[in-house]
């Protein structure tokens, strides 16, 4: 069926697949080409990460330019559904065809889609190119992580990956003001051609110093798996998206969306079990420490995505910050989970532990998520930026920790699908987070602006959602600006105070993790025990 060798320890302690070069010097490259490769990933993480950051900030000028306001939130999930869609197949045909080819295609696409979106005359165009871009996007991820995967063994990633916790915290940090400028100078156009130069470079210099063995699987593509997960994903992420905002949770078409997504993936179980190449091989959830990952990556998709949709939120909202300085003030949470990341990557590098990252790293989120629900009216900037890093410090301490472990829990034929597993389940976390938390907060909005100003204005108030421009904001009466501002005080409070519930959850999943040694390092591991590992087949 295809199959490759498991991967078996070198002479000193690299993890090398049978008749391949080892891994962290692929075909007789020296350290220096691996680290070159790295910074093409790295590059090629900054595309994935930067662009929603930057596109985000130029939207009000592209809705100004192309008209369709009642269609702006189809920008957003038609590049989310594409992406989240299209991970697990990027995965699969990356570990059935190569890394290499695949990434590269993943590369060219979404470059593509970047260009065709920069010259969209009219807003369903540029709907439908976000569509390609974000199909693209799907395999930069997943391609990044799964490379990195052949090229370094387990013991010696952590370091790597806690340089890309660094990109991403660039990307979050630097996004909305690279958006901000590209869009006031050059036009809105260019926060998607910026994508073209970079992408250039990363195409360049992965065609020039990645070399990994080819693969060429005689087993079929699994189509009907693939469809089948695709109609599930889509429609878990449609009720995310339009749950509470489109249409009533309790509506036919929600329900009947969940219906069907329900039933798209119980048959998807069920294809997947007799395939001989599946998409998402379901052995992998054998393993007890991937499965645990899996919880716990889905949990800091979770509260992180809910966390970065309402900390801009409350700070321009209840602290008067524009919406420049809201991006600057996350700051702290951005630098704590780069710097603590990084620390952790070493760490782990130099020790072969990180059980006891991801212990600290839950609980680190849940005393964080627990402080920033205490925020109020008069809470100042300094001390939620105190908040804001130790959640960040959480953050940092799981982001790559929890690839690490997935990765070293499946085998180097299984690489792609169980990095893409990873990073679908971190994403599909993220949409419920945004969903379930921003259904709590429009909840808790509408009834303190009901309570303080009367059932009649307060209804008024809130009856778009409870999102309220902040230059409008400005010209109302200070009485109805008061209300408004303890209404989003009130509604953060409760979403960080169930973000940090159900964060308790991942933290108590942590306690039960098994210290499986990490392939590689300085001198070959003990082989981990039957139960520990996923049995080559099924």
């Known amino acids: ?221 699994d189509y009907v798996g693939s469809a089948l997960l695709t109609l599930g994903i889509t429609a878990l992420v449609l009720i995310t998206t339009w749950g509470g905002t489109e249409y009533d ?50 949990l800091v998709g979770f509260v992180m995505f809910g966390s970065m949709t309402f900390l801009p939120l409350f700070q321009q909202t209840v602290q008067g910050a524009s919406a420049t300085n809201s991006g600057l003030l996350l700051l702290p949470m951005l630098l704590a989970m780069m710097v603590v990341s990084l620390f952790a990557g070493r760490v782990t590098t130099q020790t072969g532990k990180y059980k006891v990252f991801v212990v600290v790293g839950g609980g680190l989120i849940t005393a964080g998520l627990a402080v920033l629900s205490l925020m109020d009216t008069g809470t100042s900037r300094f001390t939620s930026g105190l908040y804001m890093a130790v959640l960040g410090a959480g953050m940092g301490f799981l982001m790559q920790t929890t690839m690490l472990i997935a990765q070293n829990s499946v085998e180097l034929k299984d690489m792609g699908v169980g990095s893409s597993s990873a990073t679908l389940f971190r994403t599909i976390g993220g949409s419920f987070g945004v969903a379930i ?45 008061d209300a408004y501002a303890h209404a989003v005080a009130n509604g953060t409070h409760q979403v960080f105070l169930w973000g940090a519930l159900v964060s308790i959850i991942g933290f108590a999943a942590a306690w039960f993790l098994k210290e499986v040694p990490l392939r590689g390092g300085a001198a070959p591991k003990a082989a981990p025990s039957p139960e520990e590992r996923v049995p080559a087949a099924v």
């Open 1 to 221: 069926m295809g199959k490759s060798q498991p991967a078996t320890p070198t002479g000193d302690g690299r993890i090398t697949a049978t008749g391949a070069n080892p891994p962290d010097a692929p075909q007789g490259k020296k350290p220096s080409s691996v680290r070159m490769v790295v910074f093409a990933l790295m590059i090629a993480m900054l595309l994935a990460m930067l662009d929603n950051m930057i596109v985000g900030t130029a939207m009000p000028t592209i809705v100004g330019e192309l008209g369709g306001l009642e269609h702006l939130s189809w920008v957003v999930t038609a590049y989310t559904l594409a992406t989240a869609a299209s991970t697990p197949i990027w995965g699969k045909l990356g570990d059935m065809y190569g890394r290499k080819g695949v990434f590269l295609t993943s590369i060219v696409i979404f470059l593509a889609g970047s260009a065709l979106s920069g010259m969209a005359q009219d807003m369903g165009q540029l709907i439908g190119f976000r569509a390609v871009q974000g199909l693209g996007a799907g395999g930069l991820m997943v391609g990044v992580m799964a490379i990195l995967g052949d090229l370094v063994p387990p013991r010696e990633r952590g370091k790597y990956q806690g340089m890309m916790a660094g990109v991403m915290a660039v990307a979050m940090i630097g996004g909305p003001l690279v958006g901000g400028t590209l869009t006031d100078h050059l036009g809105w156009r260019w926060s998607f051609y910026i994508n073209l130069p970079l992408g250039a470079i990363a195409l360049a210099m992965i065609t020039a110093v990645l070399h990994l063995p080819k693969k060429r699987s005689k087993a079929r593509i």
């Open 437 to 481: 938390l921003g259904a709590i907060f429009t909840n808790q909005v509408q009834s303190t602006m009901v309570e303080r100003l009367g059932k009649a204005a307060g209804a008024k108030m809130t009856g778009g959602g409870a999102q309220m421009d902040p230059k409008r904001m400005a010209q109302l009466p200070p009485m109805i600006k």
């Open 249 to 298: 949770w309790l509506s036919t078409q929600i329900v009947g969306l969940g219906v069907f997504g329900v039933l798209a993936l119980i048959a998807f179980v069920l294809v997947e079990r007799k395939v001989a190449e599946p998409v998402l091989p379901l052995h992998i959830f054998r393993n007890g420490n991937f499965s645990l990952v899996t919880v716990i990556g889905f």
